[in-house]
């Protein structure tokens, strides 16, 4: 369980807690304000979601992670925008939701889910 905490503290470390649930409209506006600041935010979800990862590969030996991506996969903050905007387009074309309201890093999840599922 102190594994769990001490990793759940590095992970809010990493992300800036004003910006920690910003919804994607948001997040398009700060990409067009201080784009370096929206590419740190992609990066704390990205790294985030790394840690997470790593936790349950060691904690669970059932290997249920949320998503499932190749071992030679590079996650990047280009690969982590790209995910995120086909899951954009795809909350758009197929739901009635204002993509705009949608939390960022739910976004990055789902996307990361539909692009790399498990086979669990």
């Known amino acids: 369980m102190k594994k769990f905490?001490?990793?759940?503290?590095?992970?809010?470390?990493?992300?800036?807690?004003?910006?920690?649930?910003?919804?994607?409209?948001?997040?398009?506006?700060?990409?067009?304000?201080?784009?370096?600041?929206?590419?740190?935010?992609?990066?704390?979800?990205?790294?985030g979601n790394l840690s997470f990862s790593s936790y349950m590969n060691i904690d669970k030996p059932n290997n249920e992670q949320l998503y499932c991506p190749p071992n030679?996969?590079?996650?990047?903050?280009?690969?982590?925008?790209?995910?995120i905007e086909q899951e954009a387009n795809r909350i758009t074309k197929e739901t009635d939701e204002d993509v705009n309201e949608v939390h960022v890093p739910l976004m990055y999840i789902w996307g990361m889910q539909d692009k790399y599922p498990c086979n669990n």
């Open 72 to 83: 030679d996969l590079r996650q990047t903050i280009k690969h982590a925008i790209e995910v």
């Open 5 to 47: 905490f001490t990793i759940i503290i590095l992970i809010f470390s990493f992300i800036n807690s004003a910006h920690s649930f910003m919804k994607y409209g948001e997040y398009k506006e700060l990409m067009k304000s201080d784009k370096t600041s929206a590419l740190y935010y992609i990066r704390g979800i990205t790294m």
